[in-house]
C-alpha cells in the first residue's frame, strides 16, 4: 500500500511561481511513471506532464509547456513540479500520481492506469 503526499500549493499572483513535491511511500519509487494532474471546480480532471521512471522522459499538456517542469529524485522518492508563469486558469487541486504500466512513448498513460493517488494541495492564482 503506497502513500503519496503532496505539498507545495498556495496562492499566488499572475506570473509568479511554485514547487509542488510529491513523496511517496515504498522502497520501488524508482520503478514507476509518476504524473501530475489536475482538477478545476466544475472540470474534468486533466494530465498536467508525466515523467518515466528513470527521469530521462518527460511530457507536457500543450497548456503547461514551457512553463512547467517535471522532474523526480528517485532516492528522495519525491516528484516534483516547478510552475513559473502562472496564470489565473492555473488555479485547481494538483494530484500526484503513480503507475506501474510502464513508459508509452506515443502518448501518456489512461488515467485508470494510475493506480495510486495523493489527496491534493491547492493553488490558486489571483489575476
Known amino acids: 500500500q503506497a502513500q503519496l503526499v503532496e505539498s507545495g500549493g498556495g496562492l499566488v499572483q499572475a506570473g509568479g511561481s511554485l514547487r509542488l513535491s510529491c513523496v511517496v511511500s515504498?522502497?520501488?519509487?524508482?520503478?514507476?511513471?509518476m504524473a501530475w494532474f489536475r482538477q478545476a471546480p466544475g472540470k474534468e480532471r486533466e494530465f498536467v506532464a508525466d515523467?518515466?521512471?528513470?527521469?530521462?522522459?518527460?511530457r507536457y499538456a500543450d497548456s503547461v509547456k514551457g512553463r512547467f517542469t517535471i522532474s523526480r529524485d528517485n532516492a528522495k522518492n519525491t516528484v516534483y513540479l516547478q510552475m513559473n508563469s502562472l496564470k489565473p486558469e492555473d488555479t485547481a487541486v494538483y494530484h500526484c500520481?503513480?503507475?506501474?504500466?510502464?513508459?508509452?512513448?506515443?502518448?501518456?498513460?489512461?488515467?485508470?492506469?494510475?493506480?495510486?493517488w495523493g489527496q491534493g494541495t491547492q493553488v490558486t492564482v489571483s489575476s
Open positions: 515523467i518515466s521512471p528513470s527521469g530521462v522522459n518527460t
Open positions: 515504498g522502497r520501488t519509487f524508482g520503478s514507476y511513471v
Open positions: 500520481a503513480r503507475s506501474d504500466g510502464g513508459w508509452h512513448v506515443t502518448a501518456p498513460l489512461p488515467v485508470d492506469e494510475y493506480d495510486y
